[in-house]
């Protein structure tokens, strides 16, 4: 059993630290609000003061916060405790660029960002990009497998951040085909369950189909994942489709719309309201 | 066993007819080539010297061409041999309002357009979504059960239209979502079969990551279902969108680029070649 340190309890974190406490790993946690600690202390996690405690007594560190500044402000603050031999792993969704960065200050980093959502950190059932060397993925892999059903090296270090950017597009255009396919079968008067129900059966069916489009029936616009999370994302995705020289011709036309539904005021919603704001401009 | 007819013996049209006739059937045939009616006449089928002679043979009378201008032509030149109390059931692809004029010309009329490819068809598996009245559903269904796996009664004449326009625009969003996460992955360095397989197996999964992905990996651009097919489609579903009063900005932009395709000399090749176009443009 390993010593490992988390930092970051959100939504995603907490449930994934705790699998690495019925793991039978050693916990050490830190986060910024500290009172989402306490369920995890209540249950044999050690509690930090700040991010270089923890560091201090892992051996892995694990990061999984939202946005990539707060990533970087983790790496600065935990690397005056992290130990020789530490590695530092960091599950939130970043560009490659954020990645190599905070390579440069901890050497022993690894990106592994994940898919699966909140569900999948629950039930333990993630899946992770991993890049970084594979002496390093070799330590952690075994680690990473209490809360991942698929860990997965993909290449050196930002590989795992370039995956995940890959994801988001593909689940960009996914979520454009579901919405604007039932905002056309509403606007032209067919049944949408039905609609929703034939259409996964054949060339159009997704993952977004048999998990979102039921959300668009019933008009339910909880998260899911959120608009907010969603446009953080393209953003990324076009800041690496920039230093790549190419261009991203459908993420940015999804880009735009939930862009438009931020400003409105909707970026905690699911971004299967997509489907609404389609009606919604089809209207005025 | 029903009298059938059939007009239009294509890729999708020759099979079909052929599970007819297996199926028991007394079938009818023409074609503009004459010549594609041969095989079928060698195994049974009857040939007729034109469409109105296929409808004076028939209590069932199937269309299946590409064009809808073709469709409402073949609907003109067979309506002189109707049998009275006849039905005939379009499997073509065109726009509600091409089946909302051939109904007017022949009211016992059923727009049965179809998914599943040419695969389907010689399988025996296609879906079809079929817009008429219950009682004339009533009458063909157990006769179009010869080619399809399921046979769908969606709404009044032209919903079937309506659904097969949905199906083509939740089926060019994940086109996009699939080509353009691919070419990111390429760009990118990732391993372009990893990619593909990662991908699928989460919330970007769909029909085309698993069916079109691999021809993505290999290079393999022959259709499939060309991009000759899918932006006289697309056409169709703007045409529509226009008269429902809506836009259509995902599928706008897939058109968009299918369209500098054609005009390429690429029209014949597979959708999923829009891969490397996107990256073509990327290095322009």
């Not at 993925?137 to 050196?156: Q, T």
């Not at 795992?160 to 919405?179: D, P, S």
Request: charged share 15%; with cysteine.
């Amino acid at each position: 059993m390993a010593q490992v340190g988390f930092i970051g309890l959100g939504v995603m974190g907490a449930p994934m630290a705790g699998h690495l406490l019925r793991a039978g790993h050693e916990v050490t946690v830190w986060n910024r609000t500290a009172s989402k600690a306490e369920p995890l202390v209540s249950v044999g996690a050690r509690p930090a003061a700040d991010p270089a405690a923890v560091a201090a007594a892992s051996d892995i560190v694990m990061i999984c916060v939202s946005r990539q500044e707060d990533m970087l402000e983790m790496v600065d603050r935990l690397s005056p405790g992290l130990r020789g031999d530490a590695i530092v792993v960091d599950h939130s969704t970043t560009t490659p660029a954020a990645a190599l960065g905070a390579a440069r200050r901890v050497p022993a980093f690894i990106d592994a960002p994940m898919t699966g959502g909140s569900m999948g950190a629950q039930a333990g059932t993630l899946t992770l990009f991993c890049g970084g060397s594979l002496e390093h993925f070799a330590v952690v892999e075994p680690v990473l497998a209490a809360y991942a059903k698929r860990v997965v090296h993909v290449g050196s270090q930002a590989a795992g951040q370039r995956m995940k950017l890959a994801n988001q597009i593909a689940v960009g255009g996914a979520l454009i085909g579901l919405c604007e396919a039932l905002a056309f079968a509403e606007k032209a008067g067919l049944d949408l369950e039905l609609t929703r129900e034939l259409l996964n059966t054949g060339a159009a069916g997704s993952w977004a189909f048999t998990h979102y489009g039921p959300k668009i029936v019933n008009r339910d616009w909880s998260p899911g994942f959120s608009i907010d999370n969603q446009t953080k994302d393209f953003v990324y995705c076009q800041q690496e489709a920039s230093e790549l020289g190419m261009a991203l011709p459908g993420t940015e036309v999804v880009q735009g719309l939930l862009t438009e539904m931020q400003a409105a005021g909707r970026g905690a919603e699911t971004t299967a309201a997509l489907f609404e704001w389609l009606l919604k401009e089809s209207a005025s």
